[in-house]
């Protein structure tokens, strides 16, 4: 299993709709995770972090299953603008081995 | 205000060329890092440096030296330039206060091509 798994899509979807991402993760102690956007030919900016069960911002909902490994990312009411890479990030919380696991991202294309 | 920045924006040089990225961050983290990302977009770590110490240092040719004079900027220097080198190198910096990892502010990447 790899360490961060997420489906590449492309999902696309008409504007105004709800969308879900799903990311999976291999290390059971892994302590908080990140959701990030990015842009083509743009950096990875930061959506929203995840410490304990979710966390909510707006439109969009992370949702953690610590007992199921995954982690998901709810975008209600869809925008043109939310077309990007999500990319899920983990912390393993793996000793001396500071460093986040990535996921390669899901796309996704809004449509007019 | 840019809080993670990186010179410079673009690079295009040739094989065997030497050359330097330069990354500063005004954020007041302690932790800032090197990533490299090839054309199939995985984002792969190559170094982090906590306090100018350097904590992480990944599987990458000993052409890549990082260098961090203080806690603000953490500099690339890459000697020999092979093709396989192209990609875009992102800067990014966190607060780790040894703690959990947190989160990371990227800047905006330095797209190299050597041809």
């Known amino acids: 299993r790899k360490e961060v798994e997420q489906d590449p899509g492309p999902f696309n979807v008409p504007e105004g709709a709800t969308v879900a991402f799903n990311c999976t993760y291999s290390n059971s102690a892994s302590q908080s995770f990140f959701w990030y956007r990015q842009d083509c030919r743009k950096e990875p900016k930061l959506l929203m972090s995840?410490?304990?069960?979710?966390n909510e911002d707006g439109r969009f909902t992370a949702q953690l299953n610590r007992a199921s490994q995954y982690i998901s990312l709810l975008i209600r009411d869809s925008k043109l603008s939310d077309s990007a890479t999500y990319l899920c990030?983990?912390?393993?919380?793996?000793?001396?081995?500071?460093?986040?696991?990535w996921g390669l991202g899901t796309s996704l294309a809004v449509n007019p | 205000d840019t809080a993670v920045s990186q010179t410079p924006k673009y690079l295009v040089t040739q094989m065997g060329n030497d050359k330097s990225i330069k990354c500063e961050q005004n954020l007041g983290h302690d932790t800032m890092y090197w990533y490299k990302q090839d054309s199939k977009k995985f984002l792969k770590i190559m170094f982090s440096?906590?306090?100018?110490?350097?904590?992480i240092n990944e599987t990458v040719p000993n052409r890549f030296s990082p260098k961090s004079p203080d806690k603000a900027h953490l500099n690339l220097h890459i000697n020999s330039l092979e093709l396989g080198d192209s990609a875009v190198y992102f800067c990014?910096?966190?607060?780790?206060?040894?703690?959990?990892?947190?989160?990371?502010?990227f800047g905006p990447g330095t797209r190299l091509t050597v041809t």
């Open positions: 990030v983990v912390n393993p919380n793996a000793g001396n081995n500071r460093k986040l696991i």
């Open positions: 440096y906590n306090n100018k110490e350097l904590i």
């Open positions: 995840v410490y304990s069960s979710g």
């Open positions: 990014a910096s966190s607060q780790e206060h040894g703690g959990p990892l947190r989160e990371q502010y």
